[in-house]
T-cell receptor, first 113, second 112 residues
């Protein structure tokens, strides 16, 4: 099983809402990632969790708050977003830090109104 | 700083070979990757190459790496309409290779 699942597939939220994106993998991978992808652009790294600890935060605004409750789950909590935050949010997992391939989920298409 | 560049568009006829090129700047990259993204979907890892290799072949895919020129290419033999997608070149950098930097993507169109 090389699947990374993400829910929901689509999300529309207002600028005052609080919502969460979820990501799950059951491959025993110890590194998990959040990326943001705008239309016709490559994915941009947001956060990396390694062994359930935040190891990389690419200067992401605090209205995005990641959480890794256990080694299989990764959440991204959203609060007071702006319309420019509308994008495809991709989760990925990796066997361990370093030289392993990343497996991507299908993404959550987020629209902020 | 790190930067990965690719040509943005490529159009080929079905059955021909496609060659997608990429240049990168970080000479410390250990692995270089090719990902495929179809419309509305996540990224699918196609293949990767270790930085001390020159070539890797995997069925219809051939990856060539010129480390001196920091140039990577992906050749798809016998290109099919199902190969139409965006192809991203990526390098992993940083102490633990966790920072993946992607190129802008090459949109491959396969004409019947």
């Amino acid at each position: 099983d090389t699947e990374v699942t993400q829910t929901p597939k689509h999300l529309v939220m207002g600028m005052t809402n609080k919502k969460s994106l979820k990501c799950e993998q059951h491959m025993g991978h110890r590194a998990m990632y959040w990326y943001k992808q705008k239309a016709k652009k490559p994915p941009e790294l947001m956060f990396v969790y390694s062994y359930e600890k935040l190891s990389i935060n690419e200067s992401v605004p605090s209205r995005f708050s990641p959480e890794c409750p256990n080694s299989s789950l990764l959440n991204l909590h959203l609060h007071a977003l702006q319309p420019e935050d509308s994008a495809l949010y991709l989760c990925a997992s990796q066997e361990d830090r370093g030289i392993y391939e990343q497996y991507f989920g299908p993404g959550t298409r987020l629209t902020v109104t | 700083g790190e930067d990965v560049e690719q040509s943005l568009f490529l159009s080929v006829r079905e059955g021909d070979s496609s060659v997608i090129n990429c240049t990168y700047t970080d000479s410390s990259s250990t692995y270089l990757y090719w990902y495929k993204q179809e419309p509305g979907a996540g990224l699918q890892l196609l293949t990767y190459i270790f930085s001390n290799m020159d070539m890797k072949q995997d069925q219809r895919l051939t990856v060539l790496l010129n480390k001196k020129d920091k140039h990577l290419s992906l050749r798809i033999a016998d290109t099919q309409t199902g190969d139409s997608a965006i192809y991203f070149c990526a390098e992993s950098i940083g102490n633990y290779g966790q920072n993946f930097v992607f190129g802008p993507g090459t949109r491959l169109s396969v004409l019947p």
